[in-house]
């Protein structure tokens, strides 16, 4: 062109780039100038791709994504950001997001999550530039487990031979159902009407199973009446069993004596006699 000037695009940010002029007449090319050179401002990093993650379990899961081009400077680290989706494939833009990570390193490992829970991430990449875009949303649900503990056993009824128990269901599954509850009753933990919860034979209670079944009501029979029993419940599902319950006690009801022993009269008198039985 005959400006001495142009505006050159088409650059890669961060490059060096080296420029030299001559001059064209009629006559041909002149030589060329002494080189000069410059370097193209670096913007922020591309978008990484979205997190993937391995070694996933019941809580927790390692989060790792590729380095993404820098634009024209090094990466320096790695922001990470963390949303409870409501359900599966709920769009981006309703997730409440919140920083997880800020480092240097491209793999993180989420720890501390339920089981069978989901969890969204995005990543973005940092340098001089500042932060570049964010990556597609990657979802992770962890592994299934056991069943989180049932509710304590409650007594609804009581004869002088048998309790009638019920107790509510975990509050979470953990990705398996519930098949079955398995109520467990001890008789060393406790003893006859007025005795204490605790001492004696009742510190070293042995527990056995008087119901395994997918129903929360039973009846325990062939118990002593007047005796207080320690009861507790545990939860079954396809993983595995969930931790026992609290323990809690029910009593029996009492009976009243059964017959003294036949009489016996001694010491009769015209107005007195003296009875006495076992």
């Known amino acids: 062109g005959e400006q001495c000037g142009a505006a050159v695009s088409g650059f890669s940010p961060g490059r060096p780039y080296t420029f030299r002029v001559c001059a064209v007449s009629a006559a041909g090319a002149g030589p060329f100038s002494p080189p000069v050179g ?4 670096a913007l922020p990093p591309s978008a990484p791709p979205a997190p993937a993650a391995t070694a996933v379990k019941a809580h927790s899961a390692v989060l790792s994504w590729s380095v993404p081009d820098g634009n024209g400077a090094p990466v320096s680290g790695y922001q990470l950001d963390v949303a409870a989706p409501e359900r599966e494939g709920q769009d981006a833009s309703e997730l409440q997001f919140e920083r997880a990570f800020d480092g240097p390193v491209f793999t993180w490992e989420a720890s501390d999550l339920e089981p069978h829970s989901l969890r969204a991430y995005r990543v ?3 340098n001089a530039a500042g932060a570049g875009p964010w990556s597609e949303v990657g979802t992770v649900r962890t ?13 609804l009824a009581s004869t002088p031979s048998s309790v009638t128990v019920g107790w509510d269901a975990p509050d979470r599954e953990n990705g398996s159902a519930v098949r079955a509850y398995v109520l467990e009753l001890s008789e060393s933990a406790a003893g006859g009407a007025g005795s204490g919860a605790r001492g004696g034979r009742g510190e070293r209670s042995r527990w056995r199973a008087v119901y395994t ?17 320690a009861l507790r419940v545990r939860a079954q599902n396809a993983l595995g069993e969930s931790p026992t319950s609290s323990a809690v ?3 029996t009801e009492a009976m009243p004596p059964g017959p003294p022993g036949r009489p016996s009269v001694s010491a009769v008198a015209a107005s007195s006699a003296r009875v006495q039985w076992r």
């Open 38 to 41: 410059c370097v193209t401002a």
């Open 124 to 126: 973005r990449a940092v």
């Open 143 to 155: 592994a299934p487990a056991p069943p989180s503990p049932a509710g304590a056993p409650k007594v």
């Open 213 to 229: 079944g997918p129903v929360r009501v039973t009846t325990v029979g062939g118990l002593v009446p007047g005796w207080r029993y």
């Open 249 to 251: 006690y029910a009593q």
